[in-house]
């Protein structure tokens, strides 16, 4: 069983930056594609940033160039890198790990973009 946890959200002002950790256990975490998702309020979970075991990388249009995804599989740990944060990228921030049919999700944490 793949456990996720997530953290590093929090309130942050429009042009701001944050960063989150998603710890993983229960698994070889350097096989599985790890990713990011979001869903804000009345709206579909949707991906922002993937990265698959090999290091490649694929990002949503809406944060090409503002937020960055790594791995550090020594730690069992992604990251997300949010930079140049705009109201628009208000949601709760889901991790996901994704290795063949099998998927797994974490808690999920608030990011919340205000002034």
């Known amino acids: 069983q793949v456990r996720l946890v997530e953290s590093g959200g929090g309130l942050v002002q429009p042009g701001g930056s944050l960063r989150l950790s998603c710890a993983a256990s229960?698994?070889?975490?350097?096989?599985?594609?790890m990713g990011w998702y979001r869903q804000a309020p009345g709206k579909q979970r949707e991906m922002v940033a993937a990265i698959t075991s090999g290091g490649s990388t694929n990002y949503a249009d809406s944060v090409k160039g503002r937020f960055t995804i790594s791995r550090d599989n020594a730690k069992n740990t992604v990251y997300l890198q949010m930079n140049s944060l705009k109201p628009e990228d208000t949601a709760v921030y889901y991790c996901?790990?994704?290795?063949?049919?099998?998927?797994?999700w974490g808690q999920g944490t608030q990011v919340t973009v205000s002034s």
């Open positions: 996901n790990s994704r290795l063949g049919l099998n998927t797994n």
């Open positions: 229960g698994t070889i975490f350097s096989i599985y594609t």
